[in-house]
C-alpha cells in the first residue's frame, strides 16, 4: 500500500466519533455557562419524569403495539423508576396493575407477556419485581409461588442452565431471571441451583465478562445476569474475579457513560447494568483478594490486610467459598437479605461521579424521560436503567445500602437524590425488605 494512501474510517468509527462530537459539545458547553446555570443543567428533573411515566402507565399509543408481548416490563420499568423517585401511583391504578398481572399470570405458573400468551421467565421476573415494588399484602399474595416454583423447575435444563420459555432459548439471562425470582420469593432450593454455576462459568469469555451463552461475545447485560446469579446461589467465587473487574471498568469511557460491549457506543441504560456489576464487585473485595493473593502465591498479605481492616471472607455467613459451610448452605435463600445486611463502606470501583454527570446532561430529556445517548429519543427502558444506575452512584460510597449518602457523592443538588435499591434485584431497597418480611414470614 502506498504510504500516503489513508484508510477510510469504519461505520463504527464514525458513529463513534458522532457520539463524542454530541457529548462534548454538551460539556463544554455546561463548562462555559455560569453557575446558577450549572445547577439548573445537573437538576433531576423529577416532576416532568413523574409526569411522563404516569402518563404511560395510563395509556400507550398505537406505536407500543409492538412491545405487546412485553406488557409486565412496562409495567415494571414506569412503577420501579416512580418508586425510585419516591412517589407512588394512586389508589386506582395500584388496584389495576395488580388485576392486570393477575390476568398475565398463567394456571401452571409463570407470568406471561400478556393474557392469554405462553409465560416467559423474563416477563415472570419483570411481573414479580413490578407487584413487590406495589408493595403490600394484595399485590404480594397474588403472585401464586407453588406454581411459579413448578415454572422454574420445567424450565431448568440438565447442563444448569435455563429455558426462557418452553422450547425457547437457553442463556444467562434465564438464569439470572429464574435464580432472583425465586431467591426474593424465598422459594430457592438445590434444585434450582444444581449445575447452574457450571452453566454461568461455561460463559465467561478471554475478555474476563459474561456472554449470554457459550462462545459468544461478553456483554454487559449478562455479565450483570451472570454475575448477581452466581452471587445468589453462592458460587461467586468460581468466577475469574480480577478478569472481570479488568473488563467491566474499562467499558465506562471517555464521554462518562458505560458501553455495553468492547468497541461498542455508550448507553445510558448500561448505568445499571455495567454500573450495576461493577457495584456488585464492589462488595466481593476479600473474595477478590483471596484470588488475587492464590494466583500471586502470596496469601499471607491478603491475611494480614483482612486482620486489619476486620474483614474476613470467613466472617458473612454469604462467604462463598467452594462448599459453603454448613452454617451457611442450611440456608442459602438469605443470600439477598445478608448481601445488604453484611454492608462496609467501600471506594467504588469506577468513576461515580462522571457516570452522574452523563446521566443528568446526556441521557436526560429537560422535558421528562431519559434516553440512551443525546440524538436518541426518551423510553420507558432507558428510564428505568439510568434512573436505577443514578441511584447506585448516589450510595456508591454510603456505610449503609440506605443510610444518606455525603452531598459530595450527589452531583447536583442533593434534591437529586433517589431513593436506594437492592443492588442484586434491582427493586428499591424499602419495597424489598417488605417483601422479604412477608415471604420469610410464611405468608
Partial sequence: ???????????????????????????????????NAQSLMLEL???????????????????????????????????????????????????????????????NGGFAGGPGQMPHLATTYAAVNTLITLGGDKSLASINR???????????QPNGG?????????????????????????????????????????????????????????????TFCGLAAM????????????RLIEWAVFRQGKECGFQGRTNKLVDGCYSFWQGGAVALLQRLDSVINKQ????????????????????????????????????CSADFKNIGYN????WRAKDPLFHSIALQQYILLCAQEQDGGLRDKPGKRRDHYHTCY????????????????????????????????????????NVVLERYREAQEFFVGGS
Avoid at 408481548?69 to 388496584?95: F, K, T, V
Wanted: with cysteine; aromatic share 10%; charged share 20%.
Fill in 162 to 222: 435455563f429455558r426462557m420459555h418452553v422450547e425457547g432459548e437457553i442463556d444467562v439471562r434465564a438464569c439470572y431471571t429464574a435464580i432472583s425470582v425465586a431467591s426474593v420469593l424465598n422459594i430457592l432450593d438445590e434444585e434450582l441451583t444444581q449445575n447452574v454455576g457450571d452453566y454461568i462459568l461455561s460463559c465467561q469469555t478471554y475478555e474476563g465478562g459474561i456472554a449470554g451463552e457459550p462462545g459468544s461475545e461478553a456483554h454487559g447485560g449478562y
Fill in 1 to 35: 500500500m502506498d504510504e500516503t494512501t489513508s484508510l477510510s474510517p469504519t461505520v463504527s468509527q464514525r458513529d463513534q466519533w458522532m457520539v463524542e462530537s454530541q457529548v462534548f459539545q454538551i460539556y463544554q458547553l455546561f463548562a462555559t455557562i455560569p453557575p
Fill in 386 to 425: 439510568c434512573l436505577s444506575g443514578l441511584s447506585l452512584c448516589q450510595y456508591s460510597w454510603s456505610k449503609h445500602p440506605d443510610s444518606p449518602p455525603l452531598p459530595k457523592a450527589v452531583l447536583g443538588p442533593y434534591s437529586n437524590l433517589l431513593e436506594p435499591i437492592h443492588p442484586l434485584y
Fill in 339 to 342: 448481601f445488604i445486611n453484611e
Fill in 146 to 156: 407453588d406454581k411459579l416454583y413448578g415454572f422454574l423447575r420445567r424450565m431448568k
Fill in 292 to 327: 488475587m493473593s492464590e494466583a500471586l502465591n502470596i496469601s499471607d498479605i491478603a491475611e494480614e490486610k483482612e486482620s486489619l481492616d476486620g474483614t474476613s471472607s470467613d466472617a458473612a455467613c454469604y462467604r462463598w467459598h467452594e462448599g459453603m459451610s454448613e452454617s
Fill in 45 to 107: 428533573q423529577r416532576d416532568k419524569h413523574i409526569d411522563f411515566l404516569t402518563k404511560g402507565l395510563r395509556h400507550l399509543g398505537p406505536n407500543f403495539s409492538v412491545l405487546d408481548a412485553n406488557r409486565p416490563w412496562l409495567c415494571y420499568w414506569i412503577i420501579h423508576s416512580i418508586a425510585l423517585l419516591g412517589e407512588s401511583i394512586d389508589d386506582e391504578l395500584h388496584h389495576n396493575t395488580v388485576e392486570f398481572l393477575n390476568r398475565c399470570q398463567d394456571p
Fill in 231 to 242: 452471587i445468589l446461589i453462592g458460587e461467586v467465587n468460581r468466577l475469574d474475579l480480577p
